[in-house]
Nanobody, 128 residues
Framework: QVPLVESGGGLVQAEDSLRLSCLAS????????MGWFRQTAGKEREFVAA????????YYDDSVKGRFTISRDDANHLVYLQMSRLIPEDTAVYFC?????????????????????WGRGTQVSVSP
């Protein structure tokens, strides 16, 4: 069983919006800290957004701040990434991730090492 499954990717035009979803299973979702990362060919996976337990705190990379919104639905084990005003530079495979160590995550939420489970990714392509 794959603990995280992303969906919602696709091909859109610049300035369009898209919402990614990530369905979690196999662990206590409300105990998790969740993040979104993205990766393009030949580059390292980069941080996009993160949200803490209960959704009180949300964090964003500067490149998406003001355009993307992360949220979570603990009742349905879902985390979302609402993407608006997309630009071609947002083209990437987007990955959902779950972490569980609060002290480590609070310091390193924007690094891959803060996460234990990863999804397989969903492709987002933005045309000019």
């Amino acid at each position: 069983q794959v603990p995280l499954v992303e969906s919602g990717g696709g091909l859109v035009q610049a300035e369009d919006s898209l919402r990614l979803s990530c369905l979690a299973s196999g662990f206590i979702f409300s105990d998790s800290f969740m993040g979104w990362f993205r990766q393009t060919a030949g580059k390292e996976r980069e941080f996009v957004a993160a949200i803490d337990r209960g959704g009180a705190g949300a964090y964003y990379d500067d490149s998406v701040k003001g355009r993307f919104t992360i949220s979570r639905d603990d009742a349905n084990h879902l985390v979302y990434l609402q993407m608006s005003r997309l630009i071609p530079e947002d083209t990437a495979v987007y990955f959902c991730a779950a972490g569980f160590n609060p002290s480590y995550w609070n310091r390193y939420y924007n690094t891959a090492g803060a996460y234990y489970y990863w999804g397989r990714g969903t492709q987002v392509s933005v045309s000019p």
